[in-house]
């Protein structure tokens, strides 16, 4: 009953699959950097989203505004195991909302909200990933948003430079079955829920050689969470009876996983009047990823006795990974701009051995495309992009996992509105 132990693995709401980039991050803050697979992000200029990328790119836009977009995505993952074969198909809402106040052409203030890590995974109670391994993953959710207060200086060289200061929000949810073959498969469930507030911060860099070539560097630090909350134990009558359990238990818990530092490297060419280019590159640093999991401080001595005493740390072996993006840009008309982009996004995941079934993090390949419409003082801008991923294996799996290969894919739909002052 030792196995027991990861009723608490608050890993899986910190390591969850997810479709928006590699890991947990997500980038799906801009439209228009979802056109172009989020090459250029922080030095294009076309909306106010600098500030969650790299906040000296605040001082392009010459005119004060607003902006808000949401963006949906599609998590679709099949999952094949000698058990069987489960499909997950559905959309996760992403919204976000920026607005930037420019107070003379030197000083630029701007403030915002999203969503910049989070995942979303939902089993079915009976799949055979829920029903064929200690602890089964049936439910996994995370969200993190980012409440961000930023500022900018352009200085008379061409170099601007900015920093963010973050208040961060974090909530997550784990679901499991607790399966045993000696009780008859299945013999209840876990339920954990966890939540609190951290802070962050970032700073930034641009530098214009000209109008038409820029570039920029930003480095957003590591913000250690602190969330709190409770964990739900609930035991069928068959383990009341064998393992003289209560229905029904509730302990306090805790936890204090990290969030990664990342660079971004961003540049931007407008060759002439029609044609432009992004690309941008980001390392992100997770380093060997430990995550050290619920800290139950209130487990009942009969709890105790099997193995559930809220701690068992869980060893990813993350690496740290690249993202590398290149975009394209066609100014139409003074009223169209149609854009799109491809990138490699690498896994953070070491090897199989590595990868769980709460995370089955593989690299992918992006494809995208966007338009945006501008008319006075408004901009409607949308945008649309595939990931193709490739194929990936739990194997021997250190926490236990059952083996599974997954097969995934995701497609995401954006839609923002700009308002210039």
Known sequence: MKKLSTLTAVAAIFAATQAHAAGYQLNEMSTTGLGRSFAGVGVVGDDYSAMAYNPAGMTLIKRSGVQAGLALTEIASKAKSQYGTDKMDYFVPLPSFMSQYNLNNKWFFGAGVYIPYGLSTKYKHDSHVAS???????????????????????????LSLGASAILRWIEGQLTSNLNNPMLGGSFGYNDYRVNGWT????????YEFNEDTR???????KSTQDPKGKQYLYFSPTAQGALGLEE????????NPELPASWILSGFHKWNEKWATEATVKYIQWHRFYVFPGNGYDVPAKLQALGIN??????????????ISLGQEYYMN??????????????PSANSNYRSNRIPDTDRIWL????????????????????????????NNPG????????????????QYQYKF
């Open 400 to 415: 236990g996992d059952l083996d599974v290969e997954y097969h995934n894919h995701s497609n995401m739909f954006a839609l």
């Open 215 to 221: 570039i920029g560097l930003a480095y957003r630090f």
């Open 132 to 158: 064929h391994q200690p602890s089964g993953a049936r439910k996994s959710y995370l969200e993190v948003v980012d409440f961000n207060l930023s500022t900018a200086y352009r200085f008379d060289n061409g």
């Open 310 to 323: 809220g701690n068992y740390d869980v060893d990813y072996r993350w690496k740290d990974a690249w993202t």
């Open 334 to 347: 003074d009223n169209w701009t149609l854009r799109a982009g491809t990138a490699w996004d690498q896994s």
């Open 199 to 206: 802070h962050a911060f970032q700073l930034g860099a641009m």
């Open 368 to 395: 995208s495309m966007g338009a945006s419409y501008a008319i006075g003082n408004h901009q409607v801008d949308l945008g649309y992009a595939h990931l193709f991923m490739m194929h990936g294996k739990t194997r």
């Open 248 to 255: 029904f238990y509730r302990l306090h818990t805790m936890s």
